[in-house]
């Protein structure tokens, strides 16, 4: 999925029982620190993450999160073992026992009835010195911004507007409120990957370096406007 297309990388999907799958998100792999030996991918979908993941490094040890059987058969290809139970529940002890160096949360507290509280538990998981990866899609980017200025909200099976998301963020409120209950976490990186309007230049004009250039140049300067998805970095103190 290439970002400037699909700024959000929010999951595909499809009604109740669907299956999330996609490219994975490379934005946010990127801050993956190099030398992370056991990685807990909370909410992984179809493990189009830890497909990615391990591509990069084959020796890295990856255990999965989800709610459904059907996506568990599928991510476990690439994962020591992929879990189904609800994240807001109670933890397995055969997982609960365990310790982790990298903690992932890529589009799935949005999901969520308490994030921060979920992120608050998960991150006692994470060794000392651990990173917690996050990303979450932001609702004031330009093309939510575009839909509600023509007069039109309609809930959607993907993107920022998908049916089942119960938490809203922005890029200035994202990290703010997840990281509410971790005072043990320090943020490291926040930053934003999204995409500007260039419409027909984007599709017929530009060459595609040019128009990933530009989309690079508006993230930086205005986040909150062209990053379809807020991506957070922290520590473990």
């Avoid at 020591?80 to 903690?103: H, K, M, Y």
């Avoid at 991150?123 to 004031?140: M, S, T």
């Avoid at 939510?144 to 039109?152: E, H």
Wanted: some cysteine; glycine content about 8%.
């Amino acid at each position: 999925m290439h970002p400037a297309e699909s700024p959000d990388s929010e999951k595909l999907s499809a009604p109740p029982s669907r299956i999330y799958a996609n490219h994975g998100n490379p934005p946010l792999l990127a801050l993956l620190e190099v030398g992370c030996k056991r990685v807990l991918d909370i909410g992984c979908g179809a493990g189009d993450n830890a497909a990615l993941i391990k591509s990069k490094y084959p020796e890295c040890s990856i255990v999965g999160i989800t709610h459904t059987q059907a996506e568990a058969d599928i991510a476990q290809r690439y994962m020591e073992r992929c879990w189904v139970f609800d994240v807001e529940g109670e933890i397995p002890d055969g997982l609960a026992r365990q310790s982790f160096d990298t903690l992932i949360f890529p589009h799935v507290l949005e999901h969520l009835k308490d994030p921060a509280g979920v992120l608050a538990r998960f991150v006692g998981y994470l060794r000392k010195g651990g990173q917690v990866l996050i990303a979450v899609p932001n609702v004031l980017s330009w093309r939510t911004r575009f839909q509600f200025l023509m007069g039109r909200f309609h809930y959607e099976s993907s993107g920022v507007l998908d049916d089942t998301h119960l938490r809203c963020f922005t890029f200035l409120t994202a990290d703010k409120y997840l990281l509410s209950k971790c005072p043990g976490l320090q943020l490291k990186t926040k930053t934003a990957e999204g995409s500007v309007p260039l419409w027909w230049l984007r599709r017929y004009i530009f060459p595609r370096t040019l128009s990933e250039c530009i989309d690079r140049w508006g993230c930086m300067i205005w986040l909150n406007l062209f990053g379809g998805q807020v991506l957070l970095s922290g520590i473990k103190k």
